[in-house]
């Protein structure tokens, strides 16, 4: 199994910056895909940003520009860090993983963002 530990977030004033990180441990071998989602209140959750292995990335086109995922395979550890937040990036993000064959490997518990304006 794949344990997924998630450290950040918290609240910030509108323009300002977060970083979030996720560490996942375990049986991790063939993990290619790591990355973030997030759930607003009422809504579905949504990606955010993913990257491979290689180090290819998928933004949301809401935080494209503003956010910057990275990942230290060596650690095998993800990174967010969001710039420019606004008041609508305010949600629960949760990080993941996926096999090289796409099956979702895991989940981490969640970290809450809170942008205020």
């Known amino acids: 199994q794949v344990q997924m530990a998630e450290s950040g977030g918290g609240l910030v004033q509108a323009g300002g910056s977060l970083a979030l990180s996720c560490a996942a441990s375990?049986?991790?071998?063939?993990?290619?895909?790591m990355g973030w989602y997030r759930q607003a209140p009422g809504k579905q959750r949504e990606l955010v940003a993913i990257?491979?292995?290689?180090?290819?990335?998928n933004y949301a086109d809401s935080v494209k520009g503003r956010f910057t995922i990275s990942r230290d395979n060596a650690k095998n550890t993800v990174y967010l860090q969001m710039n420019s937040l606004k008041s609508e990036d305010t949600a629960v993000y949760y990080c993941l993983s996926r096999y090289s064959g796409g099956a979702l490997a895991s989940w981490g518990q969640g970290t809450q963002v809170t942008v205020s304006s």
């Open positions: 375990g049986s991790i071998f063939s993990i290619n895909v």
């Open positions: 990257i491979t292995r290689a180090g290819n990335t």
